[in-house]
């Protein structure tokens, strides 16, 4: 099964509507076309899910105006769209992931974690998991639900639910078990009964992040944050247990732009440096895996370089492995930001690409 891809556009922020932004980019069912300003040259992409939710009207191709609010895509929407499956995925014993790329201030918090009542794909999904547990009629299945949550930044790992002044000066070791697959040690498990729980949770872990500011976005996290949920179903029979486990990986990326575009220097500079090497190897897995799974492969074997950063190790089985994957891709409208949204549309096409072997994890 190939890894699926969404783009979701945001509309224009009131900066943006104040100076008279212009739109670069429009969606047409599955197709998503981006125009070069300068040029006027068209180019066209298509992904498994498109999410337009810009104010005004966009044309399809019969010269027909779509209404925005004929198609704007809300968080409900996105929610039911992506994080649903991540769910039904869940239950039947597949390990999930679903990550969030895009560059700084084009909605990948928006869409994982949301802003206030706007609650993203964690929220709701964790929300959603306590619901269905609670509907659960067979009283012998039992569930375990952990949580934890890490933050990569300068490719080192920290725990993001334990205090600031405990962390291990050189951040924490990622090991490989030949049971277990890749891990990260030391790295603390929540078992949680409820939602409330769960938000106290990613409240903590929340503040405890490292977040930098830069000219681009004054609080633009520099870091990669992935929230983890562990589920395990228990069938009690008689005195056998039988178990389905899957282990849910929901990832907020560090800003896809390049160092140089938001005029950092210094300290900043070397943070931009670190975050593109991760993203950088995480290309550049993407591109290995894509290229393996479009046969070109032949007898010499393409090696994928996971190893290279901390980030593709702990998404190991996320990216060609033993998970059903989803990554959103935030793209913003304004032709300003042309440059960028082009390479993150190439980046999300050449993610596509990419075959996963999903197996159920049955005990
Ligand atoms: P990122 O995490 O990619 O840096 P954010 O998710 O923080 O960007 O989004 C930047 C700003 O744009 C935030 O104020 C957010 O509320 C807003 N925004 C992003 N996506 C959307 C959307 N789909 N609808 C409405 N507002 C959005
Ligand atoms: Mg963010």
Not at 189 to 208: D, F, Q, W
Request: hydrophobic share 35%; with cysteine; aromatic share 8%.
């Amino acid at each position: 099964m190939s890894v699926k891809v969404a783009v979701r556009v945001r509309p224009f922020n009131t900066r943006e509507k104040d100076l008279g932004a212009q739109l670069c980019i429009k969606m047409d069912g599955q197709t998503t076309i981006i125009t070069d300003p300068k040029t006027g040259n068209p180019r066209d992409f298509s992904f498994d899910y498109s999410f337009w939710s810009h104010d005004g009207f966009t044309e399809r191709e019969d010269g027909y105006l779509l209404r925005a609010d004929d198609r704007y895509a809300d968080q409900q929407i996105v929610y039911h769209e992506l994080g649903e499956q991540v769910l039904n995925n869940a239950w039947e014993g597949y390990n999930c992931c679903l990550f969030a790329y895009g560059q700084t201030g084009s909605g990948k918090s928006y869409s994982m974690v949301g802003y206030g009542a706007n609650k993203g794909i964690i929220p709701v999904s964790s929300e959603e998991i306590f619901i269905r547990i609670n509907q659960n009629p067979n009283p012998n299945l039992m569930f375990e639900v952990m949580v934890s949550m890490l933050e990569i930044y300068n490719e080192k790992v920290q725990d993001l639910l334990i205090p600031v002044n405990q962390r291990p000066q050189g951040g924490l070791k990622i090991r490989e078990s030949k049971v277990t697959g890749v891990f990260v040690e030391n790295l603390s498990k929540h078992p949680v009964s409820s939602y409330a729980e769960i938000e106290k949770l990613m409240e903590k872990g929340n503040t405890n992040r490292s977040i930098g500011s830069t000219q681009m976005n004054a609080t633009s996290s520099r870091a990669h944050t992935i929230f983890t949920i562990e589920f395990k179903q228990i069938l009690i029979n008689n005195d056998t247990k039988t178990g389905k486990v899957s282990v849910i990986n929901l990832v907020d990326l560090a800003g896809s732009e390049k160092a140089g575009q938001t005029g950092a220097t210094g300290e900043r500079l070397k943070e931009g440096c670190a975050i593109n090497k991760s993203l950088v190897v995480l290309g550049s897995v993407i591109e290995a895996l894509a290229e393996k799974s479009s046969g070109k492969d032949n007898k010499k074997g393409i090696v994928i370089p996971y190893r290279d950063s901390a980030l593709t190790r702990i998404l190991q089985n996320a990216l060609g492995g033993n998970s059903k994957t989803v990554m959103v891709c935030a793209l913003s409208p304004a032709t300003v930001n042309y440059e960028e949204t082009l390479s993150t549309l190439r980046y999300a096409d050449r993610a596509k690409k990419i075959k996963n072997h999903a197996v159920v994890n049955e005990s």
